[in-house]
């Protein structure tokens, strides 16, 4: 617990302690203050655990650095508000915390990416009787290698607390904007294998990267889909991301790898996306390295649409893979909404408009009345 | 000077002694069994000039480890027998020296490359009056980078020792054939540049590993041709030796680059052979990695169609780039023509015919008679 929290209302204190009463720009300062890169995310979270304890309408349940508060009012619908606690690494020389308010706007490591998102979760959580019951999780270890993620943990260890909801909402940063599903995306390696000999003689070998050109004519020439899901258009794309062959200057080389990237819609399973590769490359010796299906944006159900109609805002398909397809592995449609640039994350200069963290909450509270 | 000399002739002695009255398997032994891996060529070296110093019909040069001895009788030709005197490494467990006879085969690190060859022209230096001028070069430095090269080194420092022949014959194993002159070799690389972007939004970039799609169809479609020069016949070839391109698995790769071997025949200058590979990539960035002239075999003139009348053995091109293109760059063709087979050189069980040294001998001695 290396963090050194600092309030900006001026009380500084020793411990941290968030109080959900404030307004969400100071909230979000609050909670960046408690610096929590990934895998020091302890003290943000007791922070939260300690301030939502007090609701009454809500149950928590923590694994490892991660918080899950559920309300269990009997209603017709459940909907998931999410968010992770992480964040990536500070600047250096200044470090980009402690947060600083300068005009309109609320400058500093994790304002976009996410605890902007996470302070309007925390305002909705004091709405002590919600038009749907909730499910809030605040998780660790987004920012990182996928095994410290905290959707994942909950995916593997307590997956009913997710698989209930009708829909979630991520609250990633979208400039406003909904951002429904996303597509998946699969890696495969197509392997090219020829016969080494001296390159003075090529006649006595055969040469594998000569054969890759067949594969890269196919993925020029190949028409990607655009495919409309729930009223949203994905754009799939399949592209070598990267080429390697060759032993020395002076051999015929014998094997060459071309890794292909197939960005799939999320009308496709992860078989589906692996049978149009194996289909596209049938000729080579294809290998899928990693395959991770995408998201359905789940507009057709009442609570998305509800969601959506509330905002008021525009909706469009989301083309990167993000944690919304954890929450499509346990069943569950997700979108993305959040406050700030999503091309402001990780930037040196992160920042995010007080007027969209406003605004955030205000339609979140407007939908949840 | 590490080495530990052993006569083959049952007569150790600590000091290394070459015998040239001994018959030529008897030779190849003794050079053999002074090992000369490569910067370890000092005493062998000792050993020829020692060997060669009583012949007065020779006058000798030391350049290094590199001995250049010539005979003076106003011939109307002049030829150079060159052999590089350094090998490749021992092999272990057991060494693969000293030499033994085994049946009609002498077994050795050296037996095949080359100091077979080298015996063979100590043979050679006997003979007091032979029928044209000889230049003898035994030199260091072949088996390791260019610069260790003892032929490079007369180009550098004494070219003059050279350049007054009409014709030079290499000893490195031929199988006992005339290989004649050699092909030129040149790299390019060849670069396509993109755009990066992430892979769930291609159309943000532009993908440099695509284009390169066109690099390897034009080298497919290229048709290499086959050139007769001095009556032998050139193969010439263009191959991708290596291709590399991708920055990470999400990324679309803004860069690749292609590895582009060219051999050419001996017609061709350096700048004939980048005018080649310019022109065939005109739309590419093209860069001239390495580019060494190949060397004509010179048979059109009156000592080469001599040695090769007087061997009455089967002339073909060398296909590979070998130091009979140092002769060339001097401004002499040249020949290999050497006893063992090729393919053991540096094989752990390299090992030469008794019948090949001793017809090797017999072919130049017959010419210089």
Chains 1, 2 share one sequence.
């Not at 597509?183 to 197509?190: F, Q």
């Not at 055969?206 to 655009?226: F, G, K, M, S």
Request: hydrophobic share 40%; proline share 5%.
């Amino acid at each position: 617990m290396s963090s050194s929290p600092q309030s900006t209302s001026g009380n500084a204190t020793t411990a941290p302690v968030l109080d959900l009463s404030a307004d969400v720009v100071t909230l979000t300062a609050a909670l960046c203050d408690i610096e929590s890169v990934s895998l020091n995310e302890a003290t943000v979270c007791d922070a939260i655990e300690a301030a939502l304890a007090p609701l009454g309408h809500l149950t928590t349940t923590r694994i490892g650095n991660t918080l899950v508060a559920r309300t269990d009012l009997g209603r017709s619908e459940r909907v998931v508000l999410a968010g992770h606690i992480d964040t990536v690494p500070l600047t250096t020389e200044p470090a980009n915390l402690p947060t600083q308010r300068r005009g309109e706007e609320l400058w500093g490591r994790g304002t976009v990416d996410m605890k902007g998102g996470v302070a309007v979760q925390l305002k909705a959580a004091l709405v002590a009787e919600p038009s749907r019951d909730l499910t809030f999780v605040f998780y660790e270890g987004e920012e990182i290698d996928s095994q410290y993620n905290g959707l994942l943990h909950i995916h593997q260890q307590r997956p009913e607390l997710i698989e209930d909801a009708d829909f979630a909402v991520l609250l990633e940063p979208t400039g406003s904007i909904v951002e429904g599903g996303c597509k998946g995306t699969l890696r495969a390696e197509v392997v090219t294998k020829g016969i080494a000999a001296h390159s003075a003689r090529p006649w006595n070998g055969h040469n594998a990267i000569h054969d890759a050109a067949e594969v890269l004519a196919r993925l020029v020439a190949y028409q990607p889909e655009t495919v409309e899901v729930d009223g949203l258009e994905y754009r799939e794309a399949m592209n070598a991301v990267g080429i390697a062959g060759g032993i020395a200057g002076n051999v015929i080389p014998d094997r060459c790898v071309v890794t292909v990237n197939y960005r799939y819609a999320p009308d496709k399973s992860e078989d589906d996306a692996a049978a149009v590769v194996h289909q596209l490359f049938s000729d080579f010796v294809v290998t899928i390295v990693d395959n991770a299906g995408g998201a359905r944006p789940g507009l057709d159900r009442p609570a998305a649409r509800a969601f959506v109609d509330a905002l008021g805002v525009d909706v469009v398909a989301k083309q990167g893979w993000t944690d919304v397809a954890r929450f499509s592995a346990m069943g569950v449609p997700a979108v993305n909404f959040g406050p700030g640039d999503p091309n402001l994350a990780h930037h040196d200069e992160e920042r995010v408009p007080v007027d969209q963290l406003e605004s955030a909450e205000a339609a979140l509270l407007r939908w949840l009345a």
